[in-house]
């Protein structure tokens, strides 16, 4: 089963300030891993995904690196409307098509 | 646009039974994957069942198997999921989610690009 685990747990920045979300699997994921948006009371939002596209929609602010075990979001410059929970996600292999998550990074306001 | 609505959440006791729909529109149904996930209050997303463009491939988290009924019906663009033997760890907001599926060389992976809003489920006496 593949494991996802994010870090920081929460991150506290200030608006104009850059955001770097770190997540890792405890497996090779090759590029297949996607990042979320969620604020409260509100359904998650694709941002990212195989590692590093945009989802439609998504303003350039956002982006997404890493390969194998180890990948980043990064937020270049936070807008008002960016604190909220990030996610990373994949698929496990255990149900054969089955997702797992990461626990969540919040970004709060400073 | 496409939509999905999610209807069908509740308070119910332990033990009792709930089914979930989902209303999809502005996109063929019939030709994506959709899946429910879950978010217990406060917590992170957890993944619950999904369900092939036919019906005919089905998986579950295991922590409901055998308990959740994912299905749909193509014909009214909507997605099912009956809950039976419910417990209070079930409490959570549902989601149903399209599935973005995406061909690399034969090597298929899937992403959530439309959720619902989602409705809450309670299990409590």
């Known amino acids: 089963e593949i494991v996802l685990t994010q870090s920081p747990a929460t991150l506290s920045l200030s608006p104009g300030e850059r955001a770097t979300l770190s997540c890792r699997a405890s497996q090779s994921v090759s590029s297949y891993l996607a990042w979320y948006q969620q604020k409260p009371g509100q359904a998650p939002r694709l941002l990212i995904y195989?590692?590093?596209n945009r989802a439609t929609g998504i303003p350039a602010r956002f982006s997404g690196s890493g390969s194998g075990t180890d990948f980043t979001l990064t937020i270049s410059s936070l807008e008002p409307e960016d604190f909220a929970v990030y996610y990373c996600q994949q698929r496990s292999n255990w149900p054969p098509r089955g997702f797992t998550f990461g626990p969540g990074t919040k970004v709060d306001i400073k | 646009e496409v939509q999905l609505v999610e209807s069908g959440g509740g308070l119910v006791q332990p033990g009792g039974s709930l089914r979930l729909s989902c209303a999809a529109s502005g996109f063929t149904f019939s030709s994506y994957w959709m899946s429910w996930v879950r978010q217990a209050p406060g917590k992170g997303l957890e993944w619950v069942a999904n369900i092939k463009q036919d019906g005919s491939e089905k998986y579950y988290v295991d922590s409901v198997k055998g308990r959740f009924t994912i299905s749909r019906d193509n014909a009214k663009n909507s997605l099912y999921l009956q809950m039976n033997s419910l417990r209070a760890e079930d409490t959570a907001v549902y989601y149903c989610a399209r599935e973005l599926e995406l061909d690399d060389y034969g090597d298929y992976q899937y992403y959530f690009d439309y959720w619902g809003q989602g409705t809450l489920v309670t299990v409590s006496s």
């Open positions: 195989d590692a590093s």
